[in-house]
């Protein structure tokens, strides 16, 4: 990324001798970066997945500032017989649905799921 461009018509013996704060265009780290589209700009990959990164961090702050769980769904039921059985033997089903993790990101489920390995013992 470029950040300066050349003084086209400078006056005579006119030179830059420094820019406050520093220019810094590639700071490693820094997901907080917004680029700014206009009509007829291309846009690069690197600055798409920089505006990915963004908005994906505020997601994550935004779920940081609620409590973690089960939003909606992700009800678990039993599989006929699965009561009184082995835990190797019984199933139980987790229903679709939706719900925050701890680290602020969402887990969804969009359709049901098996598990046959015992959960706890």
Request: overall charge neutral; hydrophobic content about 40%; proline content about 9%.
């Amino acid at each position: 990324m470029e950040v300066t461009q050349r003084i086209d018509r400078s006056f005579a013996d006119e030179h830059v001798i420094g820019c406050d704060p520093p220019l810094r265009p590639d700071l490693p780290n820094v997901w907080r970066r917004r680029m700014h589209p206009f009509a007829g700009r291309a846009v690069s990959d690197k600055a798409l997945t920089a505006e990915q990164d963004m908005r994906s961090g505020m997601q994550r702050l935004y779920g940081l500032s609620l409590a973690p769980g089960s939003v909606s769904g992700l009800e678990v039921t039993a599989e006929p017989g699965a009561i009184g059985a082995v835990p190797e033997v019984a199933q139980l089903i987790v229903s679709p649905g939706i719900a925050l993790a701890v680290s602020g990101r969402t887990s969804a489920s969009a359709a049901p799921a098996a598990s046959s390995s015992p959960i706890c013992r």
